[in-house]
């Protein structure tokens, strides 16, 4: 059985800020050791399509983000719970 990763992000992604960069290498670094890695962020953006995607090699999930302060947060959490239940 191999090792799984989640890595859970509150931004865009791919994006040039420094968590999301963190992500990226942090997640490729340890796919390359073997790991199974899956990244999850919010789909802010719309011309990204919702559900599961590619970026290069990692898998990447873009689930549902109300704009609403708070609520919005909340709300991704517990989509981040839902998900991180279910066994890779």
Avoid: C
Wanted: no cysteine.
């Amino acid at each position: 059985m191999s090792l799984a990763v989640l890595m859970l992000l509150e931004g865009e992604f791919p994006s040039i800020g420094g968590a999301e960069r963190q992500v990226e290498t942090l997640s490729n670094a340890l796919q390359s050791r073997g790991l199974g890695i899956t990244v999850v962020v919010p789909r802010f953006n719309p011309s990204y399509a919702a559900g599961a995607a590619k970026h290069g090699d990692l898998e990447v999930w873009r689930i549902a983000y109300p704009p609403v302060r708070v609520l919005g947060s909340l709300f991704l959490m517990l989509r981040f719970a839902w998900l991180a239940r279910w066994p890779a």
